[in-house]
């Protein structure tokens, strides 16, 4: 089936470092969201991306739908110690088969330099 | 805007009881809910897409008699696992999908309740 690859898989970010992961796919895809999950709770949405080249912000969080709408990626500058946890993205493939159904990363987790 | 809950939290159960799991839309209406299961660190699975008024459709390899879903109202779908064992204990989160956005720019964005963790003993 439909896979997405995640990277990096795991990454430790110092406070202040911005920080960069991405998520592609084999097959275009319509629609590219971006969440986090933070240990015991669910995903929450951060940025949600509907067309391709967008380049959407919240806050120090930025992410782009690729040009080719194979591939997603999430910037975030000037990392502070929330933001340790799990990032995830998931796609909405452009087949008619998916019902609309998100398809997930297996997540890259931030967590802080020891 | 966009709140999902779900309850219980944390629930324990004995082998071979049942136990049911509800997630509720709270300011808006959802014609579609999903449930996941997650195990520890380990990306989102999805088990089954709820539709509102219809029956569920399940992911290949997921059991509906054991993971049965009521989605009886815009705001409420239930998940009720059957017959519970030590191996149904698992993360499990439920998302939901606006209905008020269909057809619009953020209708496939889904906002997941905070889980529910099953222990079965």
């Known amino acids: 089936g439909q896979q997405l690859n995640q990277s990096p898989q795991s990454m430790f970010i110092q406070e202040g470092e911005d920080v960069s992961m991405n998520c592609t796919s084999s097959?275009?895809?319509?629609?590219w969201l971006w969440y986090k999950q933070d240990p015991g709770e669910g995903p929450v949405l951060l940025i949600a991306l509907y067309k391709a080249g967008e380049l959407t912000s919240n806050g120090r969080l930025t992410a782009q739908f690729g040009i080719t709408r194979k591939d997603s990626f999430l910037n975030i500058s000037a990392s502070i110690p929330s933001d340790v946890g799990i990032y995830f993205c998931a796609g909405r493939p452009n087949y008619g088969g998916s019902q609309g159904n998100l398809i997930f990363g297996k997540g890259t987790k931030l967590s802080v330099k020891p | 805007g966009a709140v999902v809950s779900q309850h219980p939290s944390r629930v324990i159960c004995k082998s071979g009881t049942s136990v049911k799991i509800e997630c509720r839309s709270l300011d808006f209406q959802a014609t579609t809910m999903f449930w996941y299961r997650q195990f520890p660190k380990k990306s989102l699975m999805l088990m089954a897409t709820s539709n509102e008024g219809s029956k569920a459709t399940y992911e290949q390899g997921v059991e509906k008699d054991k993971f049965l879903i009521n989605h009886a109202s815009l705001t409420l779908s239930t998940l009720t696992v059957t017959s519970a064992h030590p191996e149904d204990s698992s993360f499990y989160i439920c998302?939901?999908?606006?209905?008020?956005?269909?057809?619009?720019?953020?209708?496939?964005?889904?906002?997941f309740g905070p889980g529910t963790r099953l222990t079965v003993t």
């Open positions: 998302s939901a999908r606006d209905a008020g956005t269909s057809g619009r720019r953020g209708s496939y964005e889904q906002y």
């Open positions: 097959s275009i895809f319509n629609t």
